[in-house]
């Protein structure tokens, strides 16, 4: 089955850009998401790429996508410490309807 | 703005019990699901629900496990007979569409089995 992985810790300080990296192994996924999740806090959606597309920007978050190395990265700008949070990467594969979860990365900015 | 509310937060329950998590997904949505994850492992799917009926459920899902949509606006998950190994965060998610709508997710029930 489809594997996605990602690394587990993350440490920036603040005013510093993070970038947030993911691997996954089936070509088939047709959209790529990353979640956050804040403590005692469900998953919140923060953005997602559609397979065809390469960069998607919203504000301090910029979405890459390289589909030939199987590599999806979120960088966000200016990190505040209110970003820190466990921030997971997901995908949906073609003709399907589940998320394929990473195992999250915690992010964490010293101020 | 709308959100996916679960109860309990937190149950603990003895091995062998039976429990149920609710669950309310916004209300205009149609398409439902619930996702586990085991402390220190990845978010599984577990179950999607579309229709009155299941779309689609994982190898996790097995016959211990079933889903309901009792009236309009609840969404369950029951555990028939709980193991040791059904300690999890249990998830919630509910999406107007399918592949490319965003889904939206509870803040989960953590399920302690003792």
């Known amino acids: 089955g489809e594997d996605v992985e990602q690394s587990l810790f993350l440490s920036v300080r603040e005013g510093d850009s993070s970038v947030i990296n993911c691997t996954y192994t089936?070509?088939?996924?047709?959209?790529l998401y990353w979640y956050k999740q804040e403590p005692g806090a469900g998953l919140q959606l923060l953005t997602y790429?559609?397979?065809?597309?390469d960069m998607k920007q919203d504000q301090r978050l910029t979405v890459l996508l390289n589909k030939k190395d199987k590599h999806l990265s979120l960088r966000i700008a200016d990190t505040q410490t209110g970003d820190s949070a466990i921030y997971f990467c997901a995908l949906i594969m073609e003709y399907g309807n589940k998320l394929v979860f990473g195992a999250g990365t915690i992010l964490r900015v010293k101020s | 703005e709308p959100e996916v509310t679960q109860t309990p937060s937190h149950q603990v329950t003895q091995m062998g019990q039976e429990v149920i998590l609710r669950c309310v997904p916004i209300s205009n949505h149609l398409y439902f699901y619930w996702y586990r994850q085991i402390l220190g492992q990845k978010v599984e799917f577990l179950v999607s629900?579309?229709?009155?009926?299941?779309?689609?459920k994982s190898e996790i899902f097995d016959d211990q496990f079933s889903v309901e949509r009792p009236d309009g606006s609840n969404f369950t998950l029951k555990i028939r007979s709980t193991k040791l190994e059904d300690s999890a965060m249990y998830f919630c998610a509910s999406s107007f569409g399918t592949v490319g709508t965003e889904a939206f997710f509870g803040q989960g029930t953590r399920l302690t089995v003792v």
């Open positions: 089936d070509s088939s996924s047709t959209y």
């Open positions: 629900f579309y229709n009155n009926e299941i779309s689609e």
């Open positions: 790429i559609f397979s065809n597309m």
